[in-house]
């Protein structure tokens, strides 16, 4: 009789089960959408719920009177009982296991909060308004209306004029109106002149001006001489021979020799000799050893002499062998015997013992032989 009480139990565990993970579920969700609010209140509901739901499934498997289904009871064959094994049976292990994962499951796809607030002060699409307790509804509309006041101030396409407040209208406007005075006098778009006053015409006309004046000056663009005085066209002619006389001296563009006076073509000649003789000295392109004086050329084999002579010394690849002079040879010679001789006596670096002298070789220690 008591197993078969135990079965009915069972079976009562096994019904009533799911429904208890069923309305888990809508305890943990509340708590977790409303997170402010009073825990006791959600769970008083789920309690509530549940004990309306139990009364609804024994009244309506439970029509009978508890003498009867002791009776029932009593009557009732026993069945055969197996060896306990103090477990209970896989699916109520199946449904306690996912009943305790399931806080985890919903906890995790919770955004951070703080994360969240974020993304909805600037706007993201991940913001998500509904999360948000009523101090932070208010903080992310102080942050949007910032954030549309800002577009409007710097003229951003996503700027909505007609939610801002009377400051923030007039701040917007003079900053469109500075805005579009800079542009004119500087000759960008978009200016629009028409909204001007005849004292800034003026200002943005002079500044085009003088902007259109060093522009000739400097070579930069189309320039039209006809909109300058007499005083001004006279300096941009002055400062473009400087230019063409300054592109023949350093060689970057090509000289029309024809348009230089006698001086100018002086101080050219003057300045290519020197880049030639700075190009062999250093060895570079450009250099042309027929236009050397026999001074020059001296200076110039003095120099690679020199310049190859350290290469050689300091194991360079630009190291010309055939280049060194029979006294520079001897010498190399002579330090590079010095350097291998100590290397094999110190045992540090490239040592080569063919290269000793006997009275050398006698010296070296037995375990380097």
């Known amino acids: 009789m008591k197993d078969s009480v135990s079965s009915r139990r069972l079976s009562v565990f096994r019904s009533v089960l799911p429904l208890v993970?069923?309305?888990?579920?809508?305890?943990v969700a509340y708590f977790i959408l409303i997170p402010n609010a009073f825990p006791w209140l959600s769970l008083g509901w789920v309690a509530f719920a549940l004990s309306g739901a139990l009364w609804a499934r024994v009244g309506h498997n439970s029509t009978r009177s508890i003498g009867q289904v002791l009776q029932d009871v009593e009557t009732e064959p026993l069945p055969a009982v197996a060896p306990k094994s103090g477990r209970l049976p896989a699916p109520i292990w199946g449904h306690v296991a996912w009943l305790s994962l399931l806080p985890v499951s919903l906890l995790a796809g919770t955004p951070d909060p703080a994360a969240n607030l974020s993304a909805c002060k600037n706007g993201w699409p991940s913001c998500e308004a509904s999360l948000l307790n009523p101090v932070e509804v208010t903080e992310?509309?102080?942050?949007?209306?910032?954030?549309?006041?800002?577009?409007?101030?710097?003229?951003?396409?996503?700027?909505d004029r007609s939610k801002l407040t009377e400051a923030e209208?007039?701040?917007?406007?003079?900053?469109?109106?500075?805005?579009?005075?800079?542009?004119c006098k500087a000759g960008f778009n978009p200016c629009d002149r028409s909204g001007l006053t005849r004292l800034e015409a003026r200002d943005v006309?002079?500044?085009?001006?003088?902007q259109e004046l060093t522009y000739c000056k400097d070579g930069i663009g189309p320039c039209d001489v006809s909109t300058f005085t007499e005083v001004e066209a006279a300096d941009v002619a002055r400062a473009q021979r400087r230019r063409a006389v300054s592109s023949c001296t350093n060689g970057l563009a090509p000289c029309d020799y024809g348009e230089l006076t006698p001086a100018e073509a002086m101080e050219v000649t003057l300045a290519e000799r020197q880049r030639n003789l700075s190009n062999c000295r250093n060895g570079w392109e450009g250099c042309e050893r027929s236009k050397l004086s026999e001074r020059e050329t001296a200076d110039v084999e003095a120099t690679v002499q020199a310049r190859n002579l350290a290469d050689c010394k300091d194991g360079r690849d630009s190291c010309d062998y055939s280049l060194l002079s029979r006294s520079e040879a001897q010498a190399m010679s002579g330090a590079e015997r010095v350097r291998n001789y100590a290397a094999c006596l110190n045992r540090r670096g490239y040592c080569d013992l063919s290269?000793?002298?006997?009275?050398?070789?006698?010296?070296?220690p037995p375990e380097v032989r």
């Open 21 to 27: 993970a069923a309305l888990s579920v809508v305890w």
């Open 140 to 159: 992310m509309a102080a942050a949007k209306r910032a954030r549309s006041a800002w577009n409007c101030r710097n003229d951003v396409s996503s700027c």
């Open 169 to 183: 209208g007039i701040a917007v406007a003079v900053s469109a109106y500075d805005r579009n005075l800079s542009n």
């Open 205 to 210: 006309a002079l500044a085009r001006h003088l």
């Open 355 to 364: 290269r000793l002298t006997p009275s050398e070789a006698a010296s070296i």
